[in-house]
């Protein structure tokens, strides 16, 4: 007890160079949170990249010009038309998916999956997929089923079926129904996610997303698919025989890309992003980390009077080792609390765990080190 | 009882403090080690003291040999066997009376008894009771250097390794000093103090005089 009331009374005496020590540690914690996520956004972009080069068969994207605003026009009926074509020519690889949002009445929902609010009425996020988008992206229903066959081309039903993303489980079961209208046939796995390589070239994350067939946007609005349609092949030629389709339903300014060119262009973005930020992290990291180690040694420069008094009586160097490093790890420990909050997963803490543990390592090892090879007949000296 | 056999120091191959020093320190002697500077009396006080290693010969402390001793065994030897007293009073500024002579306390391994009545009935022999709560800062250089005095006696040592205890203090205030370590002395304890000052060496009943290295006891 006396020995905590010592230390803090050592904190106190120095209570500036503490808190100065304590907001850069917020800071250099806060660095490596973002760095960590960065690298596991890296991680998940390259997992979601390879997926789209599954099987090493070309993936293609129809892409409409950048100076082009028209909604391509198409009926239902042109709609499932234009699909079966499409598919015929591509061996049944061709899916697309929009995102829109949904009106919804229940109150069940919390506020945060709002997408907006509007005169009262609430609307969320929703994504209308076609056959095929769950299998390209890999993603699994953890819970129920996927959509069938007859969910994807019919809409006669009594309910509409829907697949919620896994962040709905809190809420929602599979078979509940929503508004009396939407039924949950399914719930996705945790973190499911897409990369939308045409328009933002971002992880899109599925968690707080209603998940719908495409054929109910289409009813309203029959050219979505071709918005962001994508295909897989290995003959040329059917890509040509894709965009004469096209041409033919008169969908204006449409053209097919390979993604391969747009994954590199987006690789090389997400790299240089990445670099640039890895290297502005290191830089300041080792700013801080020089201001942090300077600043250690000063104090154990201005207390070795101190220290040296209290090896005379007794102490040993472990004990001044002890005294040094002591308010260092707790206020570390402290200082790594808000990047521990920010954290999104055990994973992520626990990586936030060991770069703490690190670093409390490494801005303690020098000034330690300093300290230990002092002897007590040197402090005496240095008193006079 | 103090046993030096042939103790070295060496800083470096050209820089030899003690040379094949012997000497032997009996229980409750007083003893006064004199010599012109840098003739290496501080550097005796701290092997006695184990403050500093020896580079050569062998340190028995009540028949063990503390040469070999480690950092930790020699903290524990200069908390339980050695008190100190320094010059310029080797007090904690920002502490008051009783948290300076609470030290030695603190690092004690047995940590039994009160260590409030202990340190009460210290400065109730130091006069310096009514003080207890006041910060040292606000304490007289005689005041001070009788804290310093009751933080080497906390512990009860056998042994008080006072490196010029006068030095900063004035003729009257320095007499007063001594006349605490003749107490000590009186009551068994061993003092060795280094000192410039004949008048101080007066008081002891043996004068060391260290030149060169090397030890003369008169």
């Known amino acids: 007890m006396t020995y905590l009331k010592n230390l803090i009374r050592l904190i106190k005496k120095r209570k500036c160079q503490y808190m100065l020590f304590f907001l850069q540690m917020i800071v250099v914690f806060l660095m490596i949170q973002y760095t960590l996520n960065l690298l596991v ?28 605003n028209e909604m391509p026009e198409c009926s239902f009926g042109e709609y499932a038309e234009f699909k079966k074509e499409i598919n015929k020519e591509c061996n049944n690889t061709a899916f697309s998916f929009s995102v829109s949002d949904l009106l919804l009445k229940t109150n ?25 988008f769950l299998k390209f992206y890999r993603l699994k229903v953890e819970q129920g089923r996927e959509f069938s066959r007859e969910n994807y081309n019919e809409t006669s039903k009594k309910y509409i079926s ?26 996705l796995e945790k973190k499911s996610s897409y990369l939308d390589i045409q328009l933002n070239s971002k992880i899109v994350s599925l968690d707080k997303q209603i998940i719908l067939p495409m054929i109910y946007q289409a009813k309203e609005w029959g050219g979505c698919y071709v918005n962001h349609l994508m295909f897989s092949t290995e003959d040329k030629s059917s890509v040509d025989r894709i965009k004469r389709i096209i041409e033919k339903y008169d969908f204006k300014d449409y053209n097919i890309q390979k993604a391969e060119t747009q994954i590199n262009i987006l690789k090389n973005d997400f790299y240089t992003e990445l670099s640039f930020m890895i290297v502005l992290f ?3 990291f080792s700013l801080c980390l020089f201001s942090i180690i300077s600043m250690l040694l000063h104090l154990i420069e201005e207390q070795k009077t101190e220290f040296g008094i209290y090896m005379l009586c007794g102490a040993t ?45 490494i801005i303690l090892a020098f000034p330690l080190q300093y300290w230990l090879k002092k002897s007590i007949s ?7 | 009882m103090i046993e030096l056999k042939q103790i070295s120091k060496k800083y470096t191959e050209h820089t030899t403090v003690l040379n094949n020093i012997d000497l032997t320190i009996k229980k409750g002697e007083y003893i006064a080690i004199m010599g012109p500077s840098g003739a290496g009396k501080t550097t005796l006080m701290n092997i006695i003291g184990c403050i ?64 409030k009545e202990k340190i009460e009935e210290i400065l109730k022999k130091l006069k310096l009771l009514d003080k207890i709560n006041d910060n040292v800062n606000n304490l007289s250089g005689g005041q001070r250097q009788r804290v310093a005095i009751g933080r080497a ?33 009186n009551e068994g304890k061993t003092v060795i103090i280094v000192t410039h000052d004949e008048q101080v060496a007066k008081c002891c009943n043996k004068i060391i005089h260290v030149v060169d290295g090397k030890v003369k006891a008169m």
Do not use: W
């Open chain 1, 108 to 132: 069940e929902i919390p506020k945060r999956f709002l997408e907006f609010e509007e005169s009262h009425n609430r609307y969320y996020q929703v994504t209308y997929i076609s056959e095929n």
């Open chain 1, 378 to 384: 040197e402090l005496k000296k240095e008193r006079k």
């Open chain 2, 153 to 185: 006696l906390v512990n009860s040592p056998d042994v008080i390794l006072a490196d010029k205890p006068t030095g900063a203090l004035d003729q009257a205030t320095g007499k007063e000093v001594m006349d605490i370590f003749t107490e000590l002395n």
């Open chain 2, 52 to 115: 500093d290693s020896c580079t050569g010969g062998k340190y028995i402390l009540d028949g063990n040999d503390v040469s070999s001793y480690n950092d930790k065994e020699k903290a524990r030897l200069r908390n339980e066997k050695f008190g100190f007293v320094v010059q310029d009073f080797g007090l904690i500024s920002s502490m008051s009376v009783f948290q300076n002579i609470q030290i030695p306390l603190l690092y004690r391994k047995n940590k039994k008894g009160n260590q």
């Open chain 1, 282 to 284: 290191f830089t300041c």
């Open chain 1, 162 to 187: 829907v697949i919620l993303g896994s962040a709905f489980q809190k809420y929602f079961q599979v078979g509940n129904v929503i508004d009396k209208q939407y039924k949950i046939v399914g719930i």
């Open chain 1, 41 to 68: 956004d890296d991680r998940l972009f390259h997992q979601k990249l390879n997926s789209l080069n599954q099987n090493k068969i070309s993936t293609y994207f129809a892409t409409q010009d950048n100076d082009s």
């Open chain 1, 317 to 361: 160097k472990m004990d001044m080792c002890f005294t040094i490093a002591v308010p260092i790890v707790v206020l570390s420990i402290i200082a790594s609390f808000p990047s521990m909050v920010l954290c999104n997963s055990i994973f992520g803490c626990v990586l936030q765990i060991i770069c703490m543990l690190l670093i409390i390592t």
